[in-house]
């Protein structure tokens, strides 16, 4: 297990298609978290997963967006109808539940989004 | 209302000379603090956590919750430490971020 894996690195995509990005997080973590951060920002606050479970979502995350991790293991981000504002990069994290106030979040190297 | 603040978005010193990057925060719970650091082109990593008071790459950090503050400090910077350093609160189901601080070393 080498970490927080991301694909694709790098979405290029027209206006109005939509995108699907996938993360694997750590294998024995139970949370998994969506962020979007765009240039000059730090991360934002999208959703997160325990388990299979979406238990947060964000104001942020409208209704072009779906998150799911079916399975507890793996989460796909999906964006629909894509605009010309969501380009950013998109990052996933994992921690262990109970955990993260102690060692914090993992992060993969996120999906740069650019929508054209 | 949970919210990081980092005044500063560019910090530059010269190498051998303290640093300070400047994180304020607001929250109505007891907070749990923390820095990340994201050099070049690699990924965004943990760099130390208030809970555990560590030292980590000579930098520290003191919680001071009377001032809301979590300032990270290195006495003696290095080029190496270049990056960009994000203070991050953790909530209930959610960690925030500040916009973060780009840190430059000169030689």
């Known amino acids: 297990d080498t970490g927080v894996s991301q694909n694709p690195r790098h979405k290029i995509t027209k206006r109005g298609q939509n995108v699907t990005f996938r993360c694997d997080p750590i294998?024995?973590?139970?949370?998994l978290y969506w962020y979007r951060q765009t240039l000059g920002q730090g991360p934002e606050f999208l959703t997160y997963?325990?388990?299979?479970?979406?238990?947060?979502k964000s104001r942020l995350l409208s209704d072009r967006f779906s998150a799911e991790r079916p399975k507890g293991s793996f989460s796909t981000l999906e964006i629909q109808r894509t605009e010309q504002g969501d380009s950013a990069m998109y990052l996933c994290?994992?921690?262990?539940?109970?955990?993260?106030?102690?060692?914090?979040?993992?992060f993969g190297s996120g999906t740069r989004l650019t929508v054209v | 209302a949970q919210r990081v603040t980092q005044p500063e978005k560019l910090l530059s010193v010269f190498k051998g000379a303290p640093v300070e990057l400047k994180c304020n925060y607001s929250y109505s719970g007891s907070p749990e603090l923390f820095w990340y650091v994201q050099y070049s082109r690699q990924r965004l990593q943990l760099l130390l956590r208030?809970?555990s008071r560590e030292s980590i790459k000579g930098f520290t950090a003191d919680l001071n919750k009377g001032e809301t503050s979590f300032h990270l400090k290195k006495p003696f910077a290095q080029e190496e430490d270049s990056a960009m350093y994000y203070c991050a609160l953790s909530g209930r189901n959610d960690m925030r971020f500040g916009a973060g601080t780009r840190l430059t070393v000169k030689p």
């Open positions: 294998s024995e973590h139970n949370r």
């Open positions: 994290a994992s921690s262990l539940s109970g955990s993260p106030s102690v060692y914090g979040y993992t």
């Open positions: 208030h809970i």
């Open positions: 997963f325990q388990n299979e479970a979406q238990l947060e």
